[in-house]
């Protein structure tokens, strides 16, 4: 589901029509609700899925709360560009709205990456280190 919404909010941006003040207004509450659905989801590992890390890789534990942190700094960069775009004047809006694609695709890059790690990764280890009981703890959340 997430990566359905990040190709739909790359191509609202990369297609953004800056003098449309309705297609402003979408794509600043597409962003939004994607860095609230990200931030959900990470809200969700670290209450249910990192404790098992810690349990079983501390390690790996460690390096995804470091990477939860940073993603949390620049999604908040994000939103900035949101109502940077926002509230600009239309002679600027062009140049806000291409920062906002800009830091929008560099995150999404990165954003890949880490979900690729923790997929090829950390899954494996969970399902190695998890209880049945855990993991129907998990999938009911």
Known sequence: MQRHIFGVTTTMLGSLDPE????VANACVAVRG???LVLGHTRFEE???HPLFEA????????FDAQHIEFD???ARLEDRVAALESVEMVDRSTAAGDLYDEFVTILASYYEHMELEEQRAAPILQKNMTKRQSSTLNSH
Do not use: M
């Open 34 to 36: 994607l860095v609230a």
């Open 56 to 63: 079983a890789a501390p390690d790996v534990a460690a390096f």
């Open 20 to 23: 449309s003040d309705e297609a």
């Open 47 to 49: 209450t249910y899925i």
């Open 73 to 75: 700094h620049r999604f």
